[in-house]
């Protein structure tokens, strides 16, 4: 069926440590990706974004590598810091302009 | 900040009752998504408003109902309410509302069905 999801629920990493989040699609026909952020009691915060013509995009401290032969999405955060805690999101856009969400990763970094 | 507001942000009511929220999008998107995220479902869609007009429907009950008002705020009606729709309600904006646009969440609100 379409669905967007997370590989992996929960991820702890250590404070200054690269943190890499995984998200699979399965909607070959995508062609727009989101990540957001969400920090406990806050709605989501767009990160960054990436259409299907491109499999890389980089952002502040942020990267999204796209790899449409295996549905696969992730993003990776440079240099994590206590303040990237949170639930991160991926998204998929549908033609009607609407979000696809993924069931979201938990981010916890350890000072 | 996002530039998205929404009231109240907090709401408590009994079963049976009917609510409305309300979201003022950021100045001069025209578009504004309402969005349910629950412990179960996650953030699902519920429907999509552009320049007062519907334009797209998801996974909205027919007890829910929404509209954009000329002045472009919008209001999500919710009647006959269960347990299960207890949840956080988002609304998010966009200039357009295509594919191009970026959406901006506002904080929510957290609706508690007794």
């Known amino acids: 069926g379409e669905s967007v999801g997370l590989h992996l629920p929960t991820l702890s990493v250590q404070e200054g440590d690269n943190s890499i989040i995984n998200c699979a699609y399965s909607?070959?026909?995508?062609?727009?990706f989101i990540w957001y952020k969400q920090e406990s009691g806050k709605g989501p915060q767009f990160i960054i974004d990436?259409?299907?013509?491109?499999d890389k995009r980089q952002g502040q401290r942020v990267t999204v590598l796209l790899n449409k032969t295996v549905k696969h999405l992730s993003l990776q955060i440079a240099a994590t810091q206590p303040g990237d805690s949170a639930v991160y999101f991926c998204?998929?856009?549908?033609?009607?302009?609407?979000?696809?969400f993924g069931k979201g990763t938990k981010l916890s970094v350890k000072p | 900040d996002s530039g998205v507001t929404q009231t109240p942000k907090h709401l408590i009511t009994a079963t049976g009752q009917r609510v409305t929220l309300r979201c003022s999008p950021r100045?001069?998107?025209?578009?504004v998504y309402w969005y349910q995220q629950s412990l179960d479902q996650g953030l699902q869609f519920l429907i999509h408003?552009?320049?007062?007009?519907?334009?797209a429907k998801g996974n909205i009950l027919e007890r829910f109902s929404a509209q954009q008002f000329p002045d472009l705020h919008s209001e999500l009606n919710l009647s006959s309410l269960e347990l299960g729709d207890s949840a956080l309600y988002f609304c998010?904006?966009?200039?357009?509302?295509?594919?191009?646009?970026?959406?901006?969440f506002g904080p929510g609100t957290r609706l508690t069905v007794l």
């Open positions: 100045s001069g998107d025209l578009s």
């Open positions: 998204a998929e856009r549908r033609s009607q302009g609407n979000l696809i």
């Open positions: 408003y552009y320049n007062g007009e519907e334009r």
């Open positions: 909607n070959s026909a995508s062609d727009y």
């Open positions: 990436i259409r299907s013509n491109m």
């Open positions: 998010a904006s966009s200039v357009w509302g295509t594919n191009t646009d970026t959406q901006y």
